[in-house]
């Protein structure tokens, strides 16, 4: 509320300018302070008197993801100044994934408090979030979420398809199936360089449903980022007419004080469940829906995610999944095409940035149109969604399986253990020639969670043995407590909670042991006796890491598991 007037009435909430002004003791001059500089950089009082829009600026010469945002920001503030608000450009944090080390999810939390902090720093009556790259979008929303100030999501887009002799090839499913040939030694130096030249025609994010494009899809689904807005690559005309769209929706977001509390809700976080789970989607956006939804105290249960998708097909074609690509998702309609497709399992009064229902956008994006990307509901490519959620003595708290993008011939398999306790060993043994290991071996990845590795790598994709490359074998079942990425197929089973770094019974797997997959049934099974376990956890108990200072210190001590959304557990609000 705002300070009382001099007849008792309380003064309306500050904006623009005159926001979170700083203090000198004297409000006034603070805010006389604060324009004498800023006309500094040539703003007439004219100008200064407009809602003042946020425009969060991520590019950089690491992120090639982002190599569009100079266009977009134009656009963007061209939308805001032909709404009648002042467009402010600020820096935040850019993460890029395979420009940030360890991790990029290691360094996601900061660029959400980064994020957060800033828009509650300057003044801004509403903010337009420009990313695109894996955790930048995740990062954008958490912050966002926190600072609760009125916000829409600007995703970058993906890149275009390249061509490598006469077949279409994109980042980065792709750059996995060529890699794995490459290692199979079915193809030589020359090709795998020449096939690098192809695979990332323009910037953007990877052109197949990996995390970036999932992520852009559940932000179109949560209803924070512009209807349409998900699937225009990003160096096309509709990439930056949305952009220009997006400065407009934020002008009237202020006016209208529509903050992230009443768009993101219990309701628009099962609409975006259930979208992941239609399009095939990266098992990352489970971790960070998880955590966007924890910072306003809305709990994402791994048995009601599980329910979602026995009752969610997938219907989207894109590889790692299917066939297609980004832009082929795009020409056949997009995210909205395929919300008519899920209108029956959808809530159809959740807000959206638009001021209007998802049910509402779904009406007003008309008819569709024959096409060959999204299928009918009534003709799924998988009749249950991407995902599922497994349980067991081996991850007692739970463990997901895209099972989507695994061989059916896998997902009922018993095994035995080939154990590698960490990320060095992993590499140090996995294509030796003496490696002990067969096609109907299991293979068994530790300490690559949260707090194991840190920050929880996409290590969880554990190449095929090179021995058995060599002799045609294209998958086999894998287990580990970390994450793959979105592009990534196989059977992989990832997120096993909790992880061996805590001393869960992933710590205490032992090559040779038996285990056992049921996807069907949803079973992760150690086949070992508990009084054995027991045995060994006695034997050797497992210490926590820590460290001594800075950033990392303060991820060791807070950072919650997959299950909470890997977020630091002062970041989260109470479950509501």
Known sequence: MGESDKKGNAAPPASGLSKGLTSYGDAGFSLFLRKAFIKGAGYTDDALSRPVIGIAATGSGFNPCHGNAPQLLEAV?????????????????????????????????????????????QPMDAVVLVGGCDKTVPAQLMGAASANVPAVQLVTGSMLTGSHDGTRVGACTDCRRYWGRY????IDADEIGRVNDQLVASVG??????????????AEALG?????????????????????????????????????????????????????????????????????????????????LDELGRET????????????????????????ALLRELKPLLHLDAMTVTGRTLGEEIEASGAGFPQEVIRPLAKPIF????????????APGGAII??????????????????????????????????????????????IGPKGAPGMPEAGYLPIPRKLARAGVKDMVRISDGRMSGTAAGTIVL??????????????????????????????????????????????????????????KLFLDTVTQADQGVDFDFLRLPRK
């Open 77 to 121: 503030r061209r939308g805001v100044m032909l709404s009648g608000g002042l467009p402010v450009e600020f820096p935040t944090i850019s993460i890029h994934e395979s420009f940030a080390h360890p991790t990029s999810m290691f360094l996601r939390n900061l660029m959400s408090m980064d994020t957060e902090e800033m828009i509650r720093a």
């Open 383 to 394: 009749a249950q969604g991407g995902i599922a959620v497994l349980r067991g003595n081996l």
């Open 183 to 186: 290692r199979a030694e079915e």
């Open 224 to 304: 924070m980022a512009l209807p349409g807005s998900a699937s225009p690559p990003a160096v096309t005309a509709d990439r930056i007419r949305v952009a220009e769209r997006s400065g407009a929706t934020a002008v009237a977001l202020a006016k209208a004080k529509l903050a992230p509390d009443r768009i993101i809700t219990a309701k628009s976080v099962e609409n975006a469940l259930r979208v992941l789970l239609a399009i095939g989607g990266s098992t990352n956006g489970i971790v960070h829906l998880t955590a966007i939804a924890g910072r306003l105290g809305i709990p994402v249960d791994l048995a009601r």
């Open 402 to 447: 895209k099972q989507s993008a695994a061989d059916a011939r896998l997902m009922r398999h018993e095994g035995r253990a080939v154990v590698f306790e960490n990320a060095a060993d992993l590499a140090e043994r996995l294509d030796r020639d003496d490696l002990d290991v067969t096609a109907d071996d299991i293979l068994v990845l530790k300490n």
């Open 205 to 218: 994010t990877c052109s197949v449903m990996g995390t970036a494009s999932t992520m852009a899809c559940v």
């Open 313 to 336: 097909p997938v219907l989207v074609d894109l590889k790692p999944s299917g066939q297609w690509y980004m832009e082929d998702f795009h020409h056949a309609g997009g995210v909205p």
């Open 495 to 552: 997120h096993v909670t909790p992880e061996a770094a805590l001393g869960g019974p992933l710590a205490y797997v032992r090559t040779g042991d038996r285990i056992r997959l049921d996807v069907a049934n949803r079973s992760l099974l150690l086949l070992v006796d508990d009084a054995e376990l027991r045995r060994r956890r006695e034997a050797r108990p497992v210490t926590p890491p820590t460290a001594e200072r800075g950033y990392l």
